[in-house]
């Protein structure tokens, strides 16, 4: 058994060759609400989430999801109506996240740079938890809870120094990264937590890196962080929380990624914390959203040039940046199946003006004209929450799925709303 939900649950194909998603004519979609847009099946987000559950049941565990995956209220939303809690490393998704339902209390702090600013609001709001990743932010920490007169929940970040063997660029565990701290000055700050009287230093947090698609890497920083958890125990400072962090992978490419299924992942934890009966948390995003996110584009034209034929669609990379900054695969597909259509070899672009704005190179695909509709799959993380509007291209429509109907859940931006906030330099200051 591989991955027990496979990537292509809930895209099935119509008697017409029409591809549904979550029960929606794809087709019929692009003409309501236009492309490119942004897709999500609000089924197969609730699938993952209750199968990551399933795989947890019995142990003292909340899922967060990290928001910055996908932070589309909508998305929150669901993720707050099965229970899940939110993973943030900005003011700006906190506020997303409480303005979708989530408790503070279900809200943990993660990140390098989280400002004085930033870390004043979170505590004020009372989020549960802040994911410390440097001395000086932890000194941080304990002037401000200090001022508020309140005492802050932290854990420290370790960095295990473990290879997640991924793309460098979503790497976060080697100790040249700039995450985390190691076991020694973690160990460090434990033997000197008194001296902080507004910070409970309680837990112990790591996070590898993402799309990560084998067991290996979890098994080694786990058992790293195993081991200084005992350590602690012995030398008598109690560990109430372990925050396992996220970075499970996805299928992007069929028939070549094998994601580990939720179960597979938690047994590493089981037997990894074997003994351990304090708070487990887990942050996990791509793989709650990614394969439950399309998007849907249209080729705007077929260009012949002297050496390749290019797909040029209406989506660019500042719809969905993945591919021109990691050089991630997406497998990219028409709606309409039909079986009979020769297959042509094509590089797959968007219109910006970057040689980078690339999604695929040679990639085979039935012969297309303009105005196919096609699908990009996989995008339901680090897509829309990437976007920008570079070229002045405004944000693209993000709609939400869910057996049988649609909700737009972002309109489309408009050129107003692209530019609003900018204007004339009229009124010149001095500072
Ligand atoms: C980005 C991030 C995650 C989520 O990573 P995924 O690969 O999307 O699961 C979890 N924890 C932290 C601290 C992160 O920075």
């Not at 996070?207 to 920083?221: D, V």
Request: hydrophobic share 40%; net charge neutral; aromatic share 6%.
């Amino acid at each position: 058994m591989n991955n027990s939900i496979t990537c292509r649950t809930t895209a099935e194909n119509t008697v017409d060759g029409n591809q549904r998603f979550d029960g929606v004519d794809l087709n019929a979609l692009a003409r309501d609400v236009g492309t490119p847009s942004h897709v999500y099946s609000a089924t197969a987000v609730r699938q993952r989430i209750s199968e990551l559950q399933a795989a947890l049941r019995g142990l003292d565990a909340e899922i967060c999801f990290a928001v910055k995956a996908n932070s589309n209220l909508a998305v929150l939303q669901l993720m707050n109506e099965a229970g899940v809690g939110a993973d943030i490393v900005s003011i700006g998704e906190m506020q997303r996240s409480l303005k979708a339902g989530i408790p503070a209390t279900r809200i943990v702090f993660s990140g390098v740079g989280k400002s004085e600013d930033e870390i004043a609001a979170a505590l004020l709001a009372g989020v549960s938890r802040f994911n410390v990743e440097s001395h000086d932010e932890f000194q941080t920490l304990q002037r401000v809870a200090c001022a508020q007169q309140r005492i802050a929940n932290a854990a420290v970040r370790i960095n295990p120094d473990v290879d997640a063997q991924t793309h460098a660029k979503i790497s976060t565990g080697k100790s040249e990264n700039k995450f985390g701290v190691s076991i020694d000055e973690a160990r460090r700050w434990f033997a000197g937590s008194a001296r902080h009287s507004h910070v409970r230093l309680d837990g112990l947090h790591v996070h590898i890196g993402s799309q990560i698609l084998s067991l290996e890497p979890y098994r080694l920083a786990l058992d790293r962080v195993a081991g200084f958890w005992r350590e602690l125990v012995q030398a008598g400072h109690p560990v109430n929380s372990i925050d396992v962090g996220g970075g499970l992978g996805v299928c992007y490419h069929a028939g070549t990624d094998r994601p580990m299924t939720a179960t597979d992942y938690v047994d590493v934890i089981r037997a990894a914390l074997a003994g351990y009966h304090g708070k487990l948390l887990l942050e996990p995003g791509r793989w709650l959203v990614a394969e439950a996110g399309l998007l849907l584009t249209r080729v705007i034209r077929v260009k012949h040039g002297a050496s390749r034929n290019f797909l040029v669609l209406d989506a660019a990379m500042n719809d969905l940046a993945r591919p021109s900054l990691y050089d991630a695969w997406h497998d990219i597909v028409p709606v309409h199946g039909d079986p009979g259509r020769p297959v042509t070899t094509y590089d797959i672009v968007g219109p910006v003006c970057e040689t980078g704005d690339t999604f695929a190179r040679a990639r085979e695909l039935p012969e297309c004209a303009a105005g196919e509709l096609l699908m990009i799959r996989a995008t339901g993380a680090y897509g829309a929450s990437m976007a920008s509007t570079y070229n002045s291209r405004p944000l693209a429509a993000e709609v939400l799925l869910d057996r049988g109907r649609y909700a737009i859940v972002r309109r489309r931006q408009t050129f107003e709303d692209m530019i609003a906030g900018e204007q004339p330099a009229q009124n010149w200051q001095t500072p």
